[in-house]
């Protein structure tokens, strides 16, 4: 092979590698099923950060490390995890928010597409379950799919499973006064607030500190402080012996 030849080959070889390889590379492309995705950099925080786009929109962004991963290798597994769903015809209606491993992430049928992180939710100020939604909705829409009302994505995101979330309580300042869905908050009942679950949604709230369970529906919103998942009701809080302390990790299970 003549020098020439040799040299050709070798720099074709070294712009490929960089092109999937850097975190710089402007875009790596696919194509596969009808399915277009792509992995390209934008600037986030000062620094380049990756985003996944279909077709011709943003899907998502990745802004944090999560499962020993950086953010450019989450996103170059994204975009495997995507052509590999379009390889063996996923329909993107299957694509929903769900949870494994007690994360949000979204799903195309049983498969795992992306963990939404709690960093990467915090940035965008939406909680991991509010991203999974959000994230779900863009690749949806993006393949042709319609997107999910709240109603009908969070009952299937986590029925029959547990998710840990930091809760807060509330009661004597609010008794009396009317909540989101338009009753009358009674702090000896056992209610809760909840950002985005559908009003009446039954949640089992474990507290593992002690054992104790309570059954609550969601009847307002919050709690708007950040890094709180759910604001039980004084009675709610007392029966899982969290009053005291106020804040505390607990398990939710949404059961309806």
Partial sequence: ???????LLAGCVLTILFLFLSP????????????????RSWQGGGEALPEIVVGDKVVLRVRCPAGGFTP??????IIQRLKTAAENGVDPRSIVPGVFGGEAVVLAGDMLLVTCDRGT???????PTQLAYTWANNLRTSLGAPPLEQ???YPTMARGRSLTARASWYGPGFHGRRTA?????????????????????MVLVTNPSNGK???????DRG???????????????????????????VKLTILS
Avoid: C
């Fill in 151 to 153: 109603d009908d994505a």
């Fill in 72 to 77: 450019w290798e989450r996103g170059q597994l």
């Fill in 181 to 201: 869905n338009g009753e009358i908050f009674d702090q000896n009942v056992f209610t809760a607030a909840h950002r985005d679950l559908p009003f009446g949604t």
């Fill in 223 to 249: 709690p708007y402080v950040a890094g709180r998942s759910i604001d039980l009701s004084l009675a709610a809080a007392r029966a899982i012996g969290m009053e005291e302390v106020g804040v505390a990790d």
């Fill in 24 to 39: 710089l590379a402007p875009k790596i492309k696919a194509q596969v099923e009808g399915w277009t995705v792509a992995l």
């Fill in 121 to 127: 939710a915090e940035a965008n100020s939406l909680t």
């Fill in 213 to 219: 369970s309570v059954l609550v529906r969601i009847n």
């Fill in 1 to 7: 092979m003549h020098t020439k030849t040799r040299l």
